[in-house]
């Protein structure tokens, strides 16, 4: 009986949190008339994006460079420097797998840390959005839309603007609600200029801008 | 023709790579005892420096290498100030064991004993610019070097923890002052990040303002 209004209660937040998030939204039957094709900013042929970043976790603050490089097949290469040249970490982003760490400093190999950093990049560089076909769901009114990924017990929802194929933002839902917030801000025109991410239940933040010139 | 384009090719390979070669000096340092005497009085007399400076990053994941340039100050005991301003403006400051980060978007000031990895950083850092790190020698393999323009001195991390960070540093001595004109960080993989330091004023006056974290 216990257990049973638990799991009501449970129900109850968890539905609730989602029908917040897409409020004024309505599911597109068959997923039919979509007219999005979902694409990462981080994945147009410019062979790498240089980017001043700054993480901010729990006591930590790190400021550096992030150089991201698409690979084959939606997968992605990310690595960290500080200012000074001394490289932090070094990983690889691939669909469906485990990060592949080629490098961690010492002082941040965490297994924490690093699942964080595995989730929050797969969100940013839409790493599982070629996995399954999402959900949509569309707002009448405005034509945006919001395309609804599954993976590992996390929803994912991406936020398109009408027209747009790439996100303005992203939401990750997990069991018990709200996990993370991704915020991107570019043009179509001249690709992503900047990217916040943040997590409600935590003080863990990464802030990255565009650097041109390199 | 072909043949010729090829010929043509590996010859400036080739070219390149002993330019890169003939940069470091090969004949061994004969009188260590008498260089590091020099060393120690140029760093006992020395109070500040005050440089140009341009890094290279090479990272084996990009084709082409990140370029920052800046100003660099350092004035006796601990007060050293990097600031960056190409490709973008970023400020470090490291006053004692305060370090100040002035970047696009805001500033911030810790303390270094509460960043283990910032801690690391500037105990080398410092002691590569001053050349007492070269006092080290439970924690380097040190060998020496010279050619007719420069001492050449290469230190190997005795622990393993530190080459993975670190496989070599390299230092590169002015004949004339002793003071330090290019560093090489070498990781493992031949990523690699070089300072140069050009312009250099030593024992000019560098008001105690330039270290005050505004």
């Excluded at chain 1, 990924?149 to 009408?162: C, H, N, V």
């Excluded at chain 2, 283990?116 to 080290?136: A, V, Y």
Aim: charged share 25%; net charge positive; glycine share 8%.
């Amino acid at each position: 009986m216990r257990n049973l209004i638990l799991g009501s209660v449970l129900l109850f937040l968890t539905g609730g949190c989602s029908v917040a998030l897409v409020d004024g939204y309505r599911q597109v039957p068959g997923n039919t008339g979509s007219q999005v094709s979902p694409v990462s900013w981080f994945s147009a042929d410019t062979g790498h994006f240089l980017m001043a970043a700054r993480i901010d976790v729990m006591k930590n603050y790190f400021t550096g460079l992030m150089v991201i490089k698409p690979l084959e097949g939606n997968s992605y290469r990310v690595v960290f420097i500080t200012e000074v040249g001394l490289k932090i970490m070094d990983l690889e982003f691939n669909p469906g797998s485990a990060v592949k760490v080629l490098y961690m400093m010492d002082a941040m190999n965490r297994k924490s840390f690093l699942k964080i950093l595995d989730r929050d990049f797969r969100l940013v560089l839409m790493t599982e959005t070629g996995q399954d076909s999402p959900v949509v769901l569309l707002d009448q009114t405005s034509g945006d839309r919001i395309l609804k990924y599954k993976q590992k017990g996390l929803r994912d929802y991406y936020y398109f603007q009408a027209g747009g194929n790439r996100p303005s933002w992203v939401r990750q839902m997990g069991s018990l609600g709200k996990k993370a917030r991704a915020e991107f801000y570019g043009s179509e025109k001249t690709g992503i200029d900047s990217v916040k991410i943040s997590h409600y239940h935590m003080k863990f933040r990464i802030g990255m801008f565009r650097v041109t010139g390199n | 023709m072909n043949m010729n384009r090829s010929c043509l090719i590996i010859s400036i390979v080739l070219m390149l790579s002993l330019e890169a070669f003939t940069q470091v000096p090969t004949s061994l340092l004969k009188d260590v005892p008498a260089f590091k005497k020099s060393l120690n009085s140029m760093s006992a007399s020395l109070t500040t420096i005050q440089s140009d400076f341009i890094q290279e990053k090479k990272l084996s994941v990009l084709s082409n290498t990140l370029v920052s340039k800046g100003d660099f100050c350092y004035r006796k005991e601990n007060l050293i100030r990097w600031e960056y301003v190409q490709p973008y403006r970023y400020l470090i400051i490291i006053n004692g064991d305060k370090i100040y980060i002035k970047e696009e978007g805001g500033q911030r000031q810790f303390d270094a004993q509460s960043n283990k990895m910032f801690q690391e950083m500037n105990r080398f850092i410092s002691g590569c610019i001053r050349g007492d790190i070269l006092n080290h020698e439970a924690e380097y393999k040190i060998r020496y070097f010279e050619d007719v323009e420069s001492y050449f001195v290469t230190l190997v991390p005795v622990s393993e923890r530190m080459r993975q960070m670190l496989n070599e540093i390299q230092i590169w001595f002015d004949r004339d002052d002793f003071t330090v004109s290019r560093i090489r960080m070498l990781e493992s993989g031949g990523d690699y990040t070089r300072i140069d330091f050009v312009n250099k004023k030593l024992n000019t006056d560098i008001p105690l303002e330039k270290f005050n974290f505004r």
